[in-house]
């Protein structure tokens, strides 16, 4: 089957990735369950097919070769000269009269309606790479020949100096990544921002930070403009609370109310749960409403320092319970086998909560359930019930009853 040049937003599927790219590809996921500003991805094919003229695949190729990654000079004057081969190329017509006719088919004859032109790499949003940053977007584009050569900047974007180093870097064959173009409506928010599902401040993954600036994101995510900080704690699945806030400018006040952070933070678990991976989400707040423009996953949390055990405070079942994980896991727990263990931990408590032990509901049952779980364990305080009592005593009198006298 021919490869498509062009596929609306909500048909694009997680395997449409060669295609779509890692942007193109996650927004087609959100689109189909979350308010995502309406749109197109003009394919890679589009993109192998525009350097496939004139042996443009050979000029690049012998541009690349021998290029040695830390001369700095050279890897400028290798972009400048790839950029400036793929931009001089002319748009074959039957890509031109593909992005025309969806282009016409998004404006659905309305004037003045600007559109977001954004690079989707294929190498893109990766969960071991996320290339955040390293290609273009151009925004507030509001005719058909401004978008055509956005398209053309876009797919030179994929050979930034940048680009070129990240992908040498992570091992990536520099040919073998291609580009997607996205080109959505514009939404002219009121507020947006970032949220990060885990916070990539202090590694905490039980707390979700979003950030909040006025007008367009793209001041906020260069970090040219600093905006509202507000940080939640995960209560549960998709529950969460707001810790603390930290208000950029006081005389304007707080850019989104308590009720609009919960309702955002809410979606972004959500997400993550969606994924099974910590979310770095980018939002526009308009007339009401929460848009989507990009979900990626999380690449430089680091490694999550331990807690301090509070073994003082520990009661005497809370002790026996640590001293029998210790006895059966002397050695570090590796996550893969993270969740059998505590899966033997759930049966052991549900055992003794049938014996009549009264045992909070501290473990997360339904994070288990979909493998993702806490990384550290601490036991629940264990407390003897009625039940218990009732059983207790039975059994002490088994114990005491003679058996040869019974026979």
């Known amino acids: 089957m021919a490869e498509k040049l062009v596929m609306w937003l909500k048909d694009i599927q997680q395997q449409d990735r060669p295609l779509a790219g890692g942007k193109g590809a996650n927004l087609g996921n959100l689109a189909r369950g979350l308010k995502v500003p309406p749109g197109f991805c003009l394919t890679s094919r589009a993109y192998r097919d525009h350097i496939g003229q004139q042996d443009t695949t050979e000029q690049i190729r012998k541009n690349l070769t021998g290029l040695h990654i830390e001369d700095i000079n050279t890897v400028n004057e290798v972009s400048c000269r790839i950029s400036g081969i793929i931009t001089d190329l002319p748009m074959p017509e039957n890509i031109r009269l593909a992005v025309t006719e969806a282009y016409n088919q998004l404006m659905a004859g309305r004037t003045g309606v600007k559109v977001a032109v954004r690079s989707s790499a294929t190498a893109e949003d990766l969960a071991e790479a996320s290339f955040a940053g390293l290609q273009e977007t151009f925004l507030n584009i509001e005719d058909l020949d401004a978008m055509l050569d956005a398209v053309k900047k876009c797919w030179a974007s994929l050979w930034t100096p940048r680009a070129i180093h990240y992908r040498a870097q992570k091992d990536f064959a520099q040919e073998d990544v291609w580009m997607a173009v996205i080109i959505q409506e514009m939404i002219p928010a009121e507020i947006s921002g970032v949220m990060f599902t885990a916070n990539p401040i202090n590694n905490n993954r039980r707390e979700v930070l979003i950030e909040a600036a006025t007008g367009l994101g793209e001041a906020l995510v260069s970090g040219d403009v600093r905006g509202d900080i507000y940080v ?152 003897k019930g009625l039940k218990n009592s009732f059983l207790s005593l039975g059994l002490k009198t088994i114990l005491q009853s003679d058996p040869a006298v019974a026979w």
């Open 232 to 383: 939640l704690k995960k209560e549960e699945e998709t529950h969460t609370e707001i810790s603390s806030k930290d208000i950029a400018d006081p005389a304007l006040g707080q850019l989104l109310n308590d009720y609009d952070i919960r309702k955002l933070a809410h979606t972004g678990l959500k997400i993550e749960l969606f994924y099974e991976d910590f979310q770095d989400v980018e939002w526009a707040f308009y007339k009401g409403d929460f848009y989507f423009l990009q979900t990626r996953p999380i690449t430089t949390l680091a490694d999550e320092e331990p807690p301090e055990i509070p073994w003082e405070s520990f009661d005497k079942m809370q002790k026996a319970v640590m001293k029998w994980v210790a006895e059966r896991f002397p050695e570090p727990i590796y996550p893969i086998d993270g969740i059998v263990v505590k899966v033997l931990f759930m049966a052991q408590f549900e055992a003794m909560q049938e014996l009549g032990y009264k045992i909070p509901d501290v473990i997360d049952y339904k994070r288990v359930e979909k493998g993702i779980f806490p990384e550290f364990f601490t036991p629940p305080q264990i407390k």
